[in-house]
């Protein structure tokens, strides 16, 4: 409780003590501010907890003799200031002890910090789904969300981890992951310091610097960019029981970022991963989290209608859409403000595939490809594409494995050249092995186990080979199975794109999707283009 001005005045020629309660008005009396805060603290523990360490008829004998001065007040005015004035300083102390335990009640704090989120927000907020996906349009309030989220996530202080036979108490750790940390602070740093604040949350540090905020009870938020690899490498190094990415649709490295960074730290932490952003430019991760009906991700869909702290988001539409040229139909008004999935076919490094379901009877292969993308750790690829005379291919078979050993990659590679000669009568000097020059040594161990045909990938001039690769899946001329490995990849690889500038940058975005079985297969359609003369 603040303390009262207190000061000198003379009455009736003596010096008293005075209070100054304002307005140039002072009080003479002997005022005991000690007991106010004595008084105050007992109330709030009878009311709160039903006990008290002082004496409750002491407490009532007290409330008696001020209302007798307040009736003895009627022949002394003085006396009757006194008593009111104590009595209102009493409910104003009583008040801040209220005040000052419910904040620090978890518990109350995050009834305070659901009790003003949107409605959507709040299914969100509640649900307890340790993977969550908010697929919003832009001005839904999702960044507002995920600060909430950081923010009542650390209330709780600490987690029991189960390790072996028994429980160890670990701090929770939250991480906001944004494409920049530039971008991280301007989404969400002012709505989550702004809470803590409010919210009287009990802190050891308020960073503004490195972005992070300590709190009393143990807990953290780190803000985080993800704009390199050295970036990605610092979120390796937190033990997170909450990630939040947000803008996922245009994240960088998000296969490494999830696969080899976050997933593993949540899940031996039995954290909480949220994936938050508009809609996927291509398909990949974000757009898989979205669609996901197996029940590991949780979807939460929301637009700018959702919020209704916006009045007119008509007119907004309207706006936004003038800006992208007025054509509702545009990918991007679709993705961004509508929320919805809209694919750039013109992002697409293959857009127009052309399928086939059996071969055609009078099909007479003459030469077969095989194209090999070495991945080892990640994933390696293999397609079995045959030719005839005239040049129509079709790739018949398609093999994809990650974590695989140089002998599995041989034993598959000896198993098409079987049957290319058994079963489509290939002569063995038609069977041409195409490979990544980046792995030579590999190359000659295949060749030292008996598989011959083993040629280098031409890799220079990649576009104009992508280009000519293009025309063949286009019309027609390299024919690929509808449900194969090919197809989902043609659907995921991308050219980049400058969100800032909204522009398509003419180069294959390995950051957001790598190719492996289209690499594979541009290797083996560039070499026999050079074999036909046809470069």
């Known amino acids: 409780m603040a303390k009262l001005k207190e000061s000198t005045v003379e009455v009736k020629g003596k010096k008293k003590k005075a209070i100054d309660v304002g307005s140039g008005t002072k009080l003479t009396c002997a005022y005991d501010v000690d007991l106010v ?38 022949k002394n005015p003085d006396i009757a200031i006194r008593s009111q004035k104590q009595f209102a300083e009493i409910i104003r102390e009583t008040q801040g002890f209220f005040d000052s335990k419910k904040a620090l009640d978890s518990d109350f704090i995050e009834y305070q910090i659901h009790k003003q989120l949107f409605d959507w927000q709040k299914k969100a907020f509640s649900d307890p789904s340790r993977h969550k996906v908010f697929f919003t349009s832009r001005r839904a309030g999702k960044s507002v969300l995920c600060a909430n989220l950081l923010v009542a996530h650390c209330l709780k202080g600490t987690d029991d981890i189960p390790v072996g036979d028994r429980i160890v108490k670990k701090p929770r750790c939250a991480c906001y992951i944004g494409l920049t940390i530039q971008k991280a602070v301007s989404n969400v740093w002012l709505p989550i310091t702004n809470l803590v604040k409010a919210s009287r949350i009990p802190t050891i540090k308020i960073d503004n610097s490195n972005y992070r905020i300590d709190f009393a009870n143990g807990s953290y938020i780190q803000l985080m960019g993800n704009n390199s690899k050295a970036e990605r490498e ?9 990630s939040i990415i947000d803008e996922t649709q245009s994240m960088t490295g998000l296969p490494y970022l999830l696969d080899d ?23 990949g991760y974000w757009s898989d989290a979205i669609e996901d009906t197996t029940g590991y991700w949780k979807q939460f869909h929301a637009t700018i209608y959702d919020n209704p702290t916006i009045e ?67 994933y390696s690829a293999i397609p079995f594409i045959l030719i005839d005379e005239i040049g129509q291919a079709f790739v018949v078979s398609e093999w994809k ?34 490979t990544d020059t980046n792995e030579q040594m590999v190359d000659q161990e295949f060749y030292n186990r008996g598989l011959i045909n083993i040629e280098l990938a031409i890799k220079h001039d990649k576009k104009y080979h992508i280009a000519l690769l293009n025309e063949a899946f286009a019309s027609g001329m390299l024919k690929v199975k509808k449900d194969g490995f090919i197809a989902d990849e043609a659907s995921r690889d991308s050219y980049k794109f400058d969100n800032d500038l909204k522009k398509i940058i003419y180069e294959e975005d390995d950051k957001v999707f790598h190719a492996d079985i289209l690499d594979a297969c541009l290797y083996a359609w560039t070499n026999y283009q050079s074999a036909m003369n046809l470069l």
């Open 234 to 242: 610092k979120i390796r190094g937190g033990d997170w029981s909450l």
């Open 401 to 434: 494995k990650n974590k695989v050993s140089v002998s599995d990659i041989y034993n598959q590679l000896k198993v098409m050249v079987e049957e290319a000669q058994r079963v489509y009568h290939i002569q063995p000097d038609n069977i041409h092995i195409v």
């Open 37 to 74: 805060e004595m008084l105050a603290k007992a109330r709030y523990e009878k009311l709160v907890y039903g006990k008290t360490d002082h004496n409750d008829n002491f407490l009532a004998s007290w409330v008696d003799q001020e209302f007798d001065n307040l009736k003895k007040g009627l």
């Open 312 to 378: 007119n988001p008509d007119e907004i539409l309207e706006q936004e859409l003038r800006k992208l040229g007025g054509n509702p139909n545009n990918p991007t008004y679709k993705r961004e403000w509508l929320g919805e999935i809209a694919w750039s076919e013109d992002l697409l490094i293959y857009p127009k595939l052309s399928y086939y379901e059996e071969l055609p009877k009078d099909f007479k292969p003459v030469y077969a490809y095989l194209g090999c993308d070495f991945g080892f750790a990640d």
């Open 261 to 283: 960074i976050l997933s593993p730290i949540i899940e031996a932490r039995h954290g909480t991963l949220i994936l938050a952003g508009t809609g996927p430019l291509q398909r």
